[in-house]
């Protein structure tokens, strides 16, 4: 099965789908304004169908790969759900401490794609910790628009708190050195961002394309960032400047990338939106700022 790319879509289909995803528009909406796009013999569904992750395409490091020792397990969350649930990835043959890495997912909760994010930082030496926010409603479903439906349900402070919560759990870990790093992705993103907010002891924070904090909260951070945006990403890229004002202004050490021609979730190898060259180049680069302040 040959992958589809960004170039088989019409931009204004991607733009649809990006509002579908995110709730800004429903699925009779897509529908209804992407029937004007299905050529070909085509349909919208069929479209919508197209767009729609493909999780063993993308998979990178398989589920019992022997470098890897991963499993779910409870962590607590005083401030929100009581007990939730995360998917933990170690390097299999590792000993002694090691540098710790909080993975937070997009807006459908710990899909196979997250949990695989976590197994590839595990082979690159780091205990991964990635939560799943719909723990409370029984986890990850394993369909995108059950696992948008039920995320649409949570209350998101408590949401949030469950997700902050996997920073405090990381740390008490034997393994980890002190050293505590986020990565996350769409709505991930803009909770690492938020994380980077609450926490002034963060080693590293590395969020892709992720909604930015207030100004006033943005100049609480004292983290390194490394900052990742797609050049076709208006919604989150209209509060980037401010961001980027207010970090200068606190004087965080920050790095900022935008990838041209790129589309939001350019780094989710599971979908048409994949951008391999920026893909590649932004991990590289996640990889290194990581190096540099994990060790």
């Known amino acids: 099965m040959s992958r589809k790319t960004v170039n088989d879509f019409d931009p204004e289909v991607l733009k649809l789908f990006d509002g579908y995803v995110h709730g800004r528009i429903t699925r009779r909406d897509f529908l209804d ?9 085509v349909t919208a569904a069929g479209l919508l169908e197209m767009l729609q992750p493909n999780f063993a395409m993308g998979e990178q490091i398989a589920e019992g790969d022997a470098r890897v020792r991963a499993r779910m397990l409870d962590y607590p969350s005083p401030r929100g759900s009581g007990t939730m649930k995360g998917y933990l990835a170690e390097p299999a043959n590792a000993s002694g401490k090691r540098g710790c890495i909080v993975v937070i997912h997009e807006n459908r909760g710990l899909s196979p794609h997250i949990k695989d994010i976590a197994r590839r930082l595990a082979i690159e030496g780091y205990t ?4 799943d926010a719909l723990a409370p409603l029984g986890g990850y479903p394993g369909d995108e628009d059950k696992a948008r439906d039920m995320f649409s349900r949570l209350d998101s402070a408590k949401r949030n708190e469950d997700l ?4 405090d759990y990381v740390k008490t870990r034997g393994e980890c050195n002190g050293r505590i790093g986020a990565i996350g992705f769409c709505l991930g993103g803009g909770i690492v961002n938020q994380i980077a907010v ?5 080693a590293a924070a590395v969020p892709f394309y992720g909604p930015a904090p207030k100004p006033e909260d ?5 983290a390194p960032m490394q900052l990742h945006y797609a050049q076709n990403d208006d919604f989150v890229n209209k509060g980037v400047p401010a961001f980027e ?8 050490k920050y790095e900022k990338y935008v990838y041209a021609g790129a589309y939001h979730g350019f780094n989710n190898d599971t979908t048409p939106r994949y951008d391999e060259k920026a893909a590649k180049l932004a991990w590289s680069r996640a990889l290194a700022f990581f190096k540099q302040h994990l060790a």
């Open 245 to 252: 004002a207010a970090l200068k202004a606190a004087g965080v």
């Open 128 to 131: 991964a910790f990635a939560p």
């Open 164 to 167: 902050f919560a996997a920073v």
């Open 198 to 202: 609450r926490n002034p002891d963060l």
């Open 218 to 222: 943005a100049a609480k951070i004292k």
């Open 33 to 41: 304004r992407a029937a004007k796009f299905a050529v070909g013999g």
